[in-house]
C-alpha cells in the first residue's frame, strides 16, 4: 500500500466533499474546487474523511494513489485556508506597483512588465520589493509565482532579479576573484 495514499483526508469544518463517479467535488468557504480522478482510483466520503482506494494493484495505480490523495488533500486545505508564495525582488530600480488588479513590475528593461492575474489569483504589493501571489489552487499559485519568478530570475554573481521569500541564491566570483 502506498504510505501516503492510505491515510484519509481529514474533511475541515465549513468544508463540502462530493464524489460523483471519478469526479471529486471539493466546496469551501473560499471557492470550489474539481478533480477528475483515473480509472484505477476511486473515492469515497466516510465519516468526515474521504478516503483514496485503488482497485489493482499494478505499477501505475500504486504511483497515482499517492498523487491523488495528495491533490484532494490540498484542494481541502485551498478551499479552507488558501495558498500564498512571497516573491522578493532584489536590484537598483527594481520593483513593482500595483494597478488595480494587475501588478507593473519595473525589472530593467526599456518598458515596463504587467501581469494580470489569472482567474482565482490575486496579486498584491505590500512593499516596492515584495508581491504576495495567493489562490485557493496551489498548482495555480506555484505556476503564477513561477511565471513572475521567470521575467528576471536571480543571477549568480550580483543576485539580482526576481526570488522566492527565504530562497537562497548561489553566489559566484566575478573576474577579480582570481
Known sequence: MSRIGKQ?????A??????????????????????????????????G?????????SRD???LHGLYRTLVANMVEGVTNGYSKTLEIVGTGYRA??????????LGFSHPVIIEPAAGIELTVPSQTKVVVSGIDKQQVGEVAAS???LRKPEPYKGKGIRYEGEVVRRKVGKAGK
Open 8 to 12: 484519509p483526508v481529514a474533511i475541515a
Open 14 to 47: 465549513g468544508v463540502e466533499v462530493n464524489v460523483d463517479g471519478n469526479i471529486v467535488t471539493v466546496k469551501g468557504p473560499k471557492g470550489t474546487l474539481t478533480q477528475e480522478l483515473r480509472s484505477p482510483i476511486t473515492a469515497r466520503v466516510e465519516g
Open 49 to 57: 474523511e474521504v478516503l483514496i482506494e485503488r482497485a489493482v494493484d
Open 61 to 63: 495505480a500504486r504511483s
Open 97 to 106: 506597483t500595483q494597478k488595480g488588479a494587475n501588478v507593473e513590475f519595473a
Open 148 to 150: 513572475i519568478r521567470k
